[in-house]
């Protein structure tokens, strides 16, 4: 089993930052792309950013210059900071993890969750 962990956020005033932590946990072999979503109220879960296993990246545009994706592969950890936030980041964000478990089997898992609003 493999749990996915996301810390961090909370209410910021508009133009101010936060960081995202995921931690992964549990029967991992390898972690291959990790990836940011999220989710705002009444619209579709977006993707925010993605990084992989060799750290390559990319971005929604609405959040490019804003947003920096980073991950470290010993602590099976990935991080999202947010810069210059607007109130229409406020969403819930989400980790995914692209996991080979330890019985070598492929799977993506998701964490929970976690509040991010931006005050006007």
């Known amino acids: 089993q493999v749990q996915l962990v996301e810390s961090g956020g909370g209410l910021v005033q508009a133009g101010g930052s936060l960081r995202l932590s995921c931690a992964a946990s549990?029967?991992?072999?390898?972690?291959?792309?990790m990836t940011w979503y999220r989710q705002a109220p009444g619209k579709q879960r977006e993707l925010v950013a993605r990084i992989t296993s060799g750290s390559s990246t990319n971005y929604a545009d609405s959040v490019k210059g804003r947003f920096t994706i980073s991950r470290d592969n010993a602590k099976n950890t990935m991080y999202l900071q947010m810069n210059s936030l607007k109130p229409e980041d406020t969403a819930v964000y989400y980790c995914n993890a692209d996991v080979l478990t330890t019985a070598l089997i492929r799977l993506a898992y998701w964490g929970q969750g976690t509040q991010v609003t931006v005050s006007s």
């Open positions: 549990g029967s991992i072999f390898s972690i291959n792309d």
